[in-house]
């Protein structure tokens, strides 16, 4: 059973940075790809970057291509997200995501409200 939660999410005007952290807790933790997901008020889940846990493989959506860093720290089981340049279509809850296979994700953290106001 593994366990995420996410925190440093904040409200920040325009140009402004954060730093998301997604903490993965639990003995069965497959540390094969973690990645972040956003959602807006009546908007679908969108995908935003991932990072293979061993290899350190990342990918990114293209809204937030140069703007956003995802990282990890293997030794403190946790991933980061940093954005810098945030705009105000940013806004939205940040989830932390990973998957026990190839399939859909399947452990999800509570997620962490991002505002960033014009």
């Known amino acids: 059973q593994v366990q995420l939660v996410e925190s440093g999410g904040g409200l920040v005007q325009a140009g402004g940075s954060l730093r998301l952290s997604c903490a993965a807790s639990?003995?069965?933790?497959?540390?094969?790809?973690m990645a972040w997901f956003r959602q807006a008020p009546g908007k679908e889940r969108e995908f935003v970057a991932r990072?293979?846990?061993?290899?350190?493989?990342?990918s990114y959506a293209d809204f937030v291509k140069d703007r956003f860093t995802i990282s990890r720290d293997q030794a403190k089981n946790t991933v980061y997200l940093q954005m810098n340049s945030l705009k105000p279509e940013d806004t939205a809850v940040y989830y932390c995501?990973?998957?026990?296979?190839?399939?859909?994700?399947?452990?999800w953290g509570q997620g962490t409200q991002v505002t960033v106001s014009s």
């Open positions: 995501a990973t998957r026990t296979g190839l399939g859909p994700y399947d452990v």
């Open positions: 639990g003995r069965s933790f497959s540390r094969s790809t």
């Open positions: 990072i293979t846990w061993n290899g350190g493989r990342t």
